[in-house]
């Protein structure tokens, strides 16, 4: 990220073309090479490989305020490397053309139907936050767990490659 990148507007979320971002590090997030320090936190067990992606401190009472129970998202999982968003959602947790959810955007998208609001980052959010509180009712039945570990872990590389997910 370019010095004090943040200095002007403060904490705000990535995008995908974020002008924030130097050319080595749009590399290395391409790449997903920027991921590896985080391997450091899951073998001190701060973070599990698989599990929802933590969001920046700064950021959650914004989106709190925007998203009812995204707090709740991560209760009871540990924040993981790579998880069902990262390789079900484009890489601001906008949903893929013609991905099953892609269906029911109108009805999951700007609920208190604000005018102007209509692409917010928090409707990307609150999609993101419906993947995270699906793996965390997978965790509820142990099969199921397993299987759906195996899956995100099955389709993580495949993300890399295609270079979608976050």
Same mark, same amino acid.
């Given at each position: 990220m370019k010095l004090d990148a943040e200095a002007k507007t403060g904490a705000v979320i990535a995008a995908e073309n974020d002008d924030r971002v130097l050319r080595i590090g749009s590399f290395l997030r391409r790449t997903r090479l920027d991921e590896l320090p985080q391997l450091w936190n899951v073998l001190r067990g701060d973070m599990s490989l698989v599990g929802p992606r933590p969001e920046r401190p700064e950021l959650i009472g914004?989106?709190?305020?925007?998203?009812?129970?995204?707090?709740?998202? %991560?209760?009871? +999982?540990?924040?993981?490397?790579?998880? !069902?968003?990262? +390789?079900? !959602?484009?890489?601001?947790?906008?949903?893929?053309?013609?991905?099953?959810?892609?269906?029911? %955007?109108?009805?999951?998208?700007n609920p208190f139907k604000v005018e102007g609001t209509e692409g917010a980052l928090a409707d990307d959010m609150r999609i993101k936050a419906l993947y995270d509180f699906a793996y965390g009712a997978a965790i509820e039945d142990f099969f199921s767990f397993v299987r759906m570990e195996a899956w995100i872990l099955w389709q993580t590389p495949l993300a890399v490659l295609r270079r979608t997910g976050r």
């Open positions: 914004n989106l709190a305020l925007a998203i009812p129970f995204f707090e709740e998202r %991560m209760r009871g +999982v540990r924040p993981g490397l790579t998880g !069902l968003a990262q +390789v079900s !959602l484009g890489y601001t947790g906008r949903p893929r053309p013609n991905s099953k959810i892609e269906a029911y %955007m109108s009805s999951l998208t």
